[in-house]
């Protein structure tokens, strides 16, 4: 199979994973985005898998999308940033995206509000929440997140749609579960502190493993690389940049 068939039965095979996902769970599919984790994943491939009907990207390294730009430039896709995000990277990021997932800590919501306001842009975001609670991971403890949550919203640059998580790498998918219950618990409880008229928060959960259990508890978007693109060099918990030394900047 030629690589071109190859991205687009894939992306099928994922797109009906997640809708047979959606019937089990009771839910409707159009309620689950697919978010293509592109790390490593040449221009042209990627152009494959938009061209096939993907429309949501992301990438974990600001010089990935620096250097695919060009390439990609003329597709009409939406683009994520899902990576630990250092302050001095803020400004290059917001060239290339119109949502950052992985906002964990006050120093970079003060400097993404900076930025914004110099070039009187706004900014959705996502807030990273740690549901594993292992050391090598970042991300807000989950008792953390509703204070963090009423503080990042009095910035009006910065638009809070919802959480994400990366939740615990392992093989079995039901250890992984609780994870994705906790992120949804803590959505759930801020929707109580929330105007009744406030739009849902997503829930940005689950990879090529374990999409199906994501889902169950309630996924809005799922972030998928290897199933469509293949295996590459680096294993999954590369892609997300979270086994790299810890850094507050």
């Not at 990438?59 to 899902?82: C, G, S, T």
């Amino acid at each position: 199979m030629d690589t071109t068939r190859g991205i687009v039965h894939a992306l099928a095979a994922v797109q009906q994973r997640i809708a047979q996902a959606c019937r089990t769970a009771g839910r409707d599919p159009r309620g689950v985005r697919l978010l293509l984790a592109t790390k490593t994943v040449s221009p042209d491939k990627i152009r494959i898998a938009i061209q096939a009907g993907a429309n949501l990207i992301a990438e974990n390294k600001v010089q990935e999308y620096k250097e695919k730009a060009a390439a990609l430039a003329d597709l009409p896709v939406e683009r994520h940033f899902i990576g630990h995000l250092q302050t001095n990277k803020i400004k290059e990021v917001i060239r290339y995206v119109s949502c950052i997932q992985s906002v964990d800590r006050m120093s970079l919501v003060e400097e993404l509000d900076k930025r914004l306001r110099a070039t009187e842009r706004h900014m959705d975001i996502l807030l990273q929440v740690n549901t594993s609670r292992e050391c090598s991971k970042f991300g807000l403890d989950p008792e953390a997140v509703p204070d963090f949550f009423k503080q990042v919203a009095q910035y009006d640059t910065l638009r809070i749609k919802g959480l994400m998580t990366i939740g615990l790498f392992d093989t079995d998918p039901e250890r992984v579960r609780p994870c994705f219950r906790q992120l949804k618990s803590l959505r759930d409880e801020l929707h109580r502190e929330l105007p009744a008229t406030a739009p849902p928060l997503e829930l940005s959960m689950g990879m090529s493993g374990d999409l199906e259990t994501a889902i169950a508890e309630g996924a809005t978007i799922v972030r998928v690389g290897t199933a469509i693109f293949g295996a590459r060099f680096y294993p999954d918990q590369y892609y997300w940049n979270e086994n790299e030394n810890k850094k507050t900047t």
